[in-house]
């Protein structure tokens, strides 16, 4: 009988509820995706078909309402986590300024059109006005699936989006209480004071306290993304408490733990695929829900607000993508990206919306009108954003590779079972992003009598580094060999995978054989020209504060010299940490000019040293959070110096709380395509000329 009563329209019961969402995000996607339609639209057309306003299949209840608001914040703080902060800060003239034309132009035309056409009064006008300046980042996750989340036009439009949004709100924010009547001093000094404190906590405090959690919480991944959660909902709500919407809160919470998050690692694939999969489409079935078709054909003065909210707000919404792209010298395709994005209208146009509602400055009509800008909006930025973002995702990846010609194809010997995550993170964050070859886990077994119960032990150790890679959505290939020495099945699986890159744990226990017979580092250099990176992590990566770069004389004349540039700028990016080059200055002049010319593009400064001996002093220049990395060499090559063989001592004795990577450059490269002045080019290119 029960089962009978929960089957009568709307469902009541709460599983019958969350399957038939669940069943919606699943199907409606992938169905529209025959069609070329965006499968956001068809999300919040579900949301329209199956709300009360529709077929009342579905309530908006307080579990929809729940599930939809944490997919809105959800989007705002992977906005602001997937930025590209360089880019930002450097970038940030042009945000506000594409900030103020989205929201100026708007709210000018709009309080103008409602003021003399429609005659409304002045405080209605410009709340009505407000719906069009504000908009939602609804179609994000498009731009993020096709890789252009550090596109240029992407992040001046996410900039803009904080710009504007906070203007909109201070504006509503001083109508509602002059029609209140407050609108004093106090009232000012208060409003400001609290947004300064919320800003001050979200962008200083938290994440320092994040720092130390993700130390404390280094082997719980699940705990990890529970207290990102809780970071971003803490954030809205004291933006909440400060006067402002939550979104605001949830953004700048992305900002606060972008550097503690590399874009690689199985917590943001955890956050994107959570997000992406659950509380996203929630939120646009839950947009759905609001709208109410049928009061448009009742409601003449519905109708007319609809229609001209309609017609504004996108041609305001372009009117400031065209302008900001003459002003910059964006392409055609970045304007059309910036309008597709910045037109979609949802969280801040209905909070403005019902807050006039509420005090009585607007009526039903303006409310339902909003209601189908959401709607039509949303349809707009979705197909317009897909559209343009398709084409120059397709120009992006003819242009992108320009510093390496093949994919890297890197090999992680494995011994000790607890450094397997942490080498392979690493190895994660070196790859070149433009290529998705596996991982290479390599465990080698030496051919004796223990040798079967060795490669059980080691299949075991190589299923845990399987495991941790999944969870990052990366491919890793596992690779055992059985030889007569751990060197010589190393060299070995070099030679059969075409390795470009060796990254081996540090051992700092030598024992009387390796004095003799020279240890598995040694071989290594001695019989291959890979690049090898031996690396010993403390500390978690994603706490990393500086990367400093110990660089020898005549590095730059090394054949290697473009590829470990590009390495340590990869790891740069990932770890969301500026470099500190250390050289002499003729070194650090090419380094400053292969840097600039190279993606991706990172923070770096450079300080010269006078010789490699103060190296040992450097500790103190040092906090325990900062990565060393010094670019070493192989005997006989032209960088090579008697005091780089003391490297190791000095980092084990001197750096006991550091982590360090001792790079030696390859011996051969065809990998540099980019050519900077006053470096050699590979063997091939000098063969060719």
Known sequence: MKLLMSLSLPFEEPVLIFTLVLLIILVIPLLLGKLRIPGIVGLIVAGVILGPNGFHILDRDASIVLFGTVGLLYIMFQAGLEIDMIDFKRYKARSLAFGALTFFIPITVGTLVFLYLHGYDVKPAILLASMFAPHTLLAYPIISRLGLSKNEAVTLTIGGTLVTDTAVLFVLAIIINSTQGETGTWFWVLMITKMIVFVAVVLWLFPKVAKWMFKQLESEKGAQYIFVLTVVFAAAFLSELAGMEAIIGAFLAGLALNPLIPHTSALMNRIEFVGNNIFIPFFLISTGMLVDLTVLFTDTNAMLIAGTIVILAPLTKYAAAYLTQKLFGFSILQRNLIFGLSSAHAA?????????????????????????????????????????GRKLAILESRRKPDISVKPDRILVPISNPKTIENLLDLSIMLRNPDHKSPIYPLAVVIDNEHAEEEIYKKNKMLQEAITH??????????????????????????????????????????????????????????????MVLVCKIIQPLNTTERIVVLVPTNAELERGFMRWIRSVKLLSQQLGAPIVFRGRKRTLNKLKQAVKETKPTVEADYMPYTSLNEF??????????????????????????????????VLSRNYKDNSFIVIYPEQYSVYQTVPVKGIPVSYEENAEK
Do not use: C, H
């Not at 800008?373 to 197909?383: D, G, H, K, P, T």
């Not at 099945?489 to 890159?501: C, F, H, V």
């Not at 990565?627 to 003391?646: G, H």
């Open 616 to 649: 040992a002093n450097m500790k103190a220049e040092l906090n325990k959070d900062d990565m060393v990395v010094v670019i070493s060499a192989r005997k006989s090559t032209v960088s090579y110096n008697s005091n780089l063989d003391f490297v190791p001592r």
């Open 469 to 530: 890679a999944s969870a990052t959505d990366n491919d890793v290939q596992l690779v055992s060999k059985i030889d007569v020495n751990i060197s010589s099945g190393i060299l070995r699986a070099i030679k059969e995978l075409m390795i470009t890159e060796v990254v081996l744990g540090w051992n700092a226990k030598i024992t009387t054989r390796d004095r003799i017979f020279g240890t598995v580092l040694d071989n290594l250099l001695d019989n291959t020209d890979e």
């Open 348 to 388: 801040a146009t209905l909070a403005v919306v019902l807050a006039g509602f509420e005090i009585g400055l607007l009526g039903e009509s303006a409310l339902n009108g909003a209601v189908v800008l959401i709607l039509v909006s949303s349809m707009v930025s979705s197909f317009s954003t897909e559209k343009v």
